[in-house]
């Protein structure tokens, strides 16, 4: 017994220390391997193509910006669809839900949904709300085939699907997290229980609800499974634009009921559809970095609301 604590005791100290120094450094030193093989590979493709004017192209000849276009649609609907419902929601549970068996029971259920693979969410989607919903609203308005079909607003709802767990539980969390004595104090100035949310619990519980999006972001503009069903494609000879007018100024809006590109898609089908092997290696890096910076763009626009956030909250302190 002796002899075993003994090891154990030193395997926590020093040794532990070296295997988990070590074992960072691996970790860190393959990534940077990946990242820097991306980078230099996709920079070297993505100047080829803007030297060819290629890069503009609809996809045929090696061209993102219809992937790219569709990527932002995608992922700024899915935000519209997720981040209000999400965190309404867990407000709900929060601060107005009581504390039965049936709030415990839909706190399993986002739990539950939490673990559902993506590919099943997927496939959930194109028999619901494609299927079922979209033939359902055709019927309901005398249409043929404008919702009974895959498109970027099925797509968008899925993903919204996919990632509420997220957005719910970070927002929850952000909310519990503050102490009841801060709820106690609003009270006893005299604000009513809105004013108390608004004022006092929301602005702290801002920065968790931030993080929460920013990884929902990050996970649907990387995901493929839920979508390959849900109207992607390969190519498109154009981007399906539609307007909303408001007055004199129609403003155009990429078309919610129609097709789209995305470039998660695009790595896909580059990367396993090759008739030749090897042959589209070289162009896979282009959407791959493209992609990867569209990601650490989005988290560090996030991360900044967030940074500021807390800021205020600390002079607030």
């Given at each position: 017994?002796?002899?075993?604590?003994?090891?154990?005791?030193?395997?926590?100290?020093?040794?532990?220390?070296?295997?988990?120094?070590?074992?960072?450094?691996?970790?860190?030193?393959?990534?940077?391997?990946?990242?820097?093989?991306?980078?230099?590979?996709?920079?070297?493709?993505?100047?080829?193509?803007?030297?060819?004017?290629?890069?503009?192209?609809?996809?045929?000849?090696?061209?993102?910006?219809?992937?790219?276009?569709?990527?932002?649609?995608?992922?700024?609907?899915?935000?519209?669809?997720?981040?209000?419902?999400?965190?309404?929601?867990?407000?709900?549970?929060?601060?107005?839900?009581?504390?039965?068996?049936?709030?415990?029971?839909?706190?399993?259920?986002?739990?539950?949904?939490a673990?559902?693979?993506s590919?099943?969410?997927?496939?959930?989607?194109?028999?619901?709300?494609?299927?079922?919903?979209?033939?359902?609203?055709?019927?309901?308005?005398?249409?043929?085939?404008?919702?009974?079909?895959?498109?970027?607003?099925?797509?968008?709802?899925?993903?919204?699907?996919?990632?509420?767990?997220?957005?719910?539980?970070?927002?929850?969390?952000?909310?519990?997290?503050?102490?009841?004595?801060?709820?106690?104090?609003?009270y006893?100035l005299?604000?009513t229980?809105?004013?108390?949310?608004?004022?006092?619990?929301?602005?702290?519980?801002?920065?968790?609800?931030?993080?929460?999006?920013?990884?929902?972001?990050?996970?649907?503009?990387?995901?493929?499974?839920?979508?390959?069903?849900?109207?992607?494609?390969?190519?498109?000879?154009?981007?399906p634009?539609?307007?909303?007018?408001?007055?004199l100024?129609?403003?155009?809006?990429?078309?919610?009921?129609?097709?789209?590109?995305?470039?998660?898609?695009?790595?896909?089908?580059?990367?396993?559809?090759?008739?030749?092997?090897?042959?589209?290696?070289?162009?896979?890096?282009?959407?791959?970095?493209?992609?990867?910076?569209?990601?650490?763009?989005?988290?560090?626009?996030?991360?900044?609301?967030?940074?500021?956030?807390?800021?205020?909250?600390?002079?607030?302190?």
């Amino acid at each position: 017994m002796k002899m075993l604590s003994r090891f154990s005791g030193l395997f926590a100290g020093r040794w532990g220390q070296a295997y988990a120094g070590f074992s960072v450094f691996i970790l860190i030193a393959v990534l940077a391997v990946l990242l820097f093989n991306v980078v230099y590979n996709g920079t070297q493709v993505i100047s080829g193509s803007f030297s060819k004017g290629e890069f503009f192209t609809a996809g045929d000849k090696a061209g993102m910006l219809y992937a790219i276009i569709g990527t932002l649609a995608l992922t700024l609907f899915t935000v519209v669809l997720m981040v209000p419902s999400g965190v309404l929601f867990a407000v709900y549970l929060a601060e107005y839900a009581p504390d039965n068996y049936f709030t415990a029971f839909l706190k399993l259920l986002i739990a539950n949904l939490a673990g559902v693979p993506s590919i099943v969410l997927g496939m959930f989607g194109l028999g619901f709300f494609v299927f079922f919903l979209g033939d359902f609203t055709d019927n309901l308005l005398g249409l043929k085939n404008v919702f009974g079909k895959p498109s970027i607003l099925w797509a968008a709802v899925t993903l919204a699907f996919l990632n509420l767990p997220t957005v719910i539980l970070t927002s929850y969390e952000s909310l519990k997290n503050i102490p009841e004595s801060v709820r106690l104090s609003a009270y006893s100035l005299g604000a009513t229980r809105e004013q108390m949310f608004f004022r006092t619990l929301l602005p702290q519980a801002r920065p968790g609800i931030i993080t929460g999006i920013i990884l929902a972001v990050a996970r649907t503009m990387g995901e493929t499974a839920p979508i390959l069903f849900l109207g992607v494609v390969f190519f498109m000879p154009e981007i399906p634009v539609t307007e909303i007018s408001f007055g004199l100024f129609p403003v155009p809006l990429i078309n919610p009921l129609e097709q789209f590109m995305a470039l998660p898609y695009t790595i896909f089908i580059l990367a396993t559809q090759s008739t030749v092997p090897g042959e589209n290696v070289n162009i896979e890096y282009m959407p791959t970095l493209i992609l990867l910076l569209l990601t650490i763009a989005a988290n560090l626009l996030a991360i900044k609301f967030r940074y500021r956030y807390e800021k205020a909250i600390g002079k607030l302190r």
